[in-house]
Structures are given as structure tokens and as C-alpha cells.
């Protein structure tokens, strides 16, 4: 039996008369394992960004305009492929009515109401992944361990950087802020992982208290030693399946919690709207990360210096070996990361006294 028929039958199983999968994890971000790519699995489009929803009679997948002609390509054999915000399911699904089953785990619920409009009403959460249910395979067991950014990269340690939410919190008579960004758990800790190929953020939560010390949501077979000792006066790191029992207790005495819709999944923005009174406001750290200091802005400098050494090089490359044969674009593409990883910083200073770099 095919995918799409497998999941068509667990709709029938759950009375509902479609499903919505997405391509993002349970912690919001699109940049995923393929273990994790459960929109890749069923549709076969590979592009970072879209999602599927399958229904009784049809099948749609929505992406934007960068990827309509792949995900033709790849998934239109099986999928009216349909490109928002110009198509969105409540313009082109025209059946009211319509019973939509989705993980909570996976969506927003500003998502949810934004993309399905009117189908929102009659959507049904299902905690048990649809998706999951036919697809047997075996997450990857390696799992490499967290590292943290040194001062000297990063300008500011993580103690310092907590302390600037905390006055946050303590204006707005705020208790505690529910970051489920995990690029601002990253920038706010310092810390650095290795949960996909191109993208170094750990997945997590992580709850900033206006007093005392945070918690942090994580793998703990992730958190090596070190990390353990440089955070232990300010951080408590906590295994995920904590989460739910420590908000529990924690409701005790934090009883103002700040949530941003945008990031956090409905299942725990409703799991925490039981315990907590939640003030839906954007996370903070977006506006603090977004001010650099003189370390980020030196670094991001040095990072394009770098670079372009390294691309000036590969055009004086291309140009010369085109004279002698056909450079075709992955050739090229392979040489010119060739060329970044070798950070020849050493040749700026070749053309120091030039007024341009020649090539």
C-alpha cells in the first residue's frame, strides 16, 4: 500500500478528512534531520519550506514561490501543487466543512489560524503523529555533544545576557519568559549544536525566572561536563521529559509566564495555560540579539574579509580556467568552498596598498 493510501485510511480510523503535515519540527525549525523530514517522506519535495495536506479526494502541497517549479518537479505526479500566499487552503480547498486533523506538537497556533482560515474551526489536534505511524525508521543513535562560544566570539557571556531579560521581566511584572526559539536559546547561552548538517543551534526550551536560577530542556547525553561546570550557578539543565513536571512545579511561584505565539507549539501553550496566566508578547531576545556588540560586529567583518578572499581567488580561478576547458556548476561550486576553507586571510594584505583586488 502506498504512503498516501496508508495515510488516507488513518483518516477514515480517526473520522477526520484530511491532515496537515508540515515540514518543521517540534521545535519550529525548518531546518530538520532527514529522520525528522516527515514532508519529504510522504510528498518527496525536498525544499526547506512548505506543507501537505491530504484529504480524502486530493492532495495538496503548498509552497512559495521559490519552490513551485521543484515541487512540480518532485511531488506533482501526486499533489496539486499550490503556491501561498496567493493560494492558501481556505481559497483553494472549498469544502467548509472540512474536518482537518494536525499534530499540536508541530504548529503554532497562529499557523494554523492563518493558514487555514475558516478550516480552523473544525480542525482536530491528534497527539499521536499520523505520519509516524507508517514511517519506521531508525533515529540516528550519534549524538554529538553541545559546545559553547568563548567570550571572544561571542562578546558577552550568557550571565550577562540573562540579566538584561531579567530587568525585562521585572518592567513588565513579568515572572518568567518561555523561550522555545531555539535560535534564541542558542544566542542567549552561548551555546552551539550539531542537530543538522548545516545549522549549529541545540534543540530545547529553555525558561528564564525573574530570580533565581533558568532551566534548560534538553538531551542531557548532549551536555558534556564542561558545560555542566561554566553553567551551573545560573543554569539547571533538565532532561525533556521534565518539562512537563518541573512547569507544574514551578506554577507555584512564577505565575506570569511570556509566551510568543509565533514559536511556541500549541500542545505547550496550552499545556501551559493551565498552570500559568500567559502574556502573549514576542520573545525579547529577537530585539537584543539583533543589536550586535563591537565583538559580533569586528567577527561578522573578519567573516566577509575572509570570504572575500577567498571569492576573489575563485573568480581569478574561473576566469582562468575557463580559457582551457568547461567549468560546469558544481565543479565550480566545489572548488569555490575549496577556497573557503582555506580562510587565506594572509593574501589581503597582498593588495593592501591597491586601490581594488586585482584578479
Known amino acids: 500500500m502506498s504512503k498516501l493510501n496508508q495515510i488516507k485510511k ?40 512548505g506543507f501537505a495536506i491530504i484529504t480524502l479526494k486530493k492532495n495538496y502541497l503548498f509552497v512559495d514561490g521559490r519552490y513551485t517549479a521543484q515541487a512540480i518537479k518532485e511531488a506533482g505526479n501526486n499533489f496539486k501543487i499550490c503556491t501561498f500566499p496567493k493560494e492558501m487552503p481556505f481559497s483553494t480547498i472549498k469544502t467548509k466543512k472540512l474536518k482537518i486533523g494536525y499534530d499540536p506538537k508541530l504548529h503554532t497556533k497562529i499557523f494554523l489560524k492563518r493558514f487555514l482560515g475558516y478550516h480552523y474551526k473544525n480542525s482536530v489536534p491528534i497527539l499521536n503523529n499520523l505520519v509516524d505511524k507508517i514511517w519506521v525508521r531508525r533515529k540516528s543513535e550519534a549524538k554529538k555533544k553541545y559546545f559553547l562560544l568563548s567570550k571572544k566570539y561571542s562578546g558577552q557571556d550568557h550571565r550577562r545576557k540573562i540579566s538584561v531579560v531579567k530587568s525585562y521581566l521585572r518592567k ?3 515572572d518568567s519568559l518561555l523561550v522555545t526559539s531555539c ?9 552551539r549544536g ?3 548538517q548545516y545549522n549549529p543551534i541545540p534543540f530545547g526550551r529553555l525558561l528564564i525566572k525573574k530570580t533565581g536560577k533558568s532551566v534548560l530542556f534538553c538531551e542531557l547525553n548532549k551536555i558534556s561536563s564542561q558545560i555542566r561546570k561554566k553553567l551551573k550557578h ?5 532532561n525533556f521529559d521534565k518539562f512537563d513536571e518541573l512547569l507544574i512545579q514551578n506554577s507555584i511561584n512564577l505565575k506570569k509566564i511570556i509566551v ?3 514559536s511556541c507549539p500549541e500542545l505547550t501553550q496550552d499545556k501551559i495555560s493551565n498552570f500559568f496566566k500567559v502574556v502573549q508578547k514576542a520573545d525579547p531576545i529577537y530585539h537584543l540579539k539583533s543589536i550586535k556588540n563591537n565583538t559580533e560586529i569586528k567577527n561578522t567583518r573578519q567573516s566577509h574579509l575572509y570570504d572575500g578572499v577567498a571569492l576573489s581567488k575563485f573568480i581569478f580561478w574561473l576566469r582562468k580556467m575557463m580559457k582551457k576547458k568547461s567549468i560546469d556548476e558544481l565543479s565550480a561550486e566545489k572548488k569555490l568552498l575549496e ?14 596598498n591597491h586601490s581594488r583586488l586585482r584578479t
Open 10 to 49: 488513518l483518516l477514515a480510523i480517526h473520522k477526520i478528512d484530511g491532515y496537515l503535515i508540515p515540514k518543521n519540527n517540534e521545535f519550529t525549525s525548518e531546518y530538520i534531520s532527514e529522520t525528522d523530514d516527515r514532508l519529504k517522506h510522504i510528498t518527496n519535495f525536498s525544499g526547506s519550506a
Open 172 to 174: 513588565l511584572s513579568c
Open 183 to 191: 535560535e534564541n536559546i542558542a544566542w542567549i547561552l552561548n551555546l
Open 194 to 196: 550539531s542537530e543538522t
Open 234 to 238: 545560573d543554569i539547571e539543565i533538565c
Open 260 to 262: 510568543d505565539p509565533i
Open 339 to 352: 577556497f573557503r576553507k582555506k580562510k587565506q586571510i594572509i593574501s589581503i594584505f597582498k593588495f593592501s
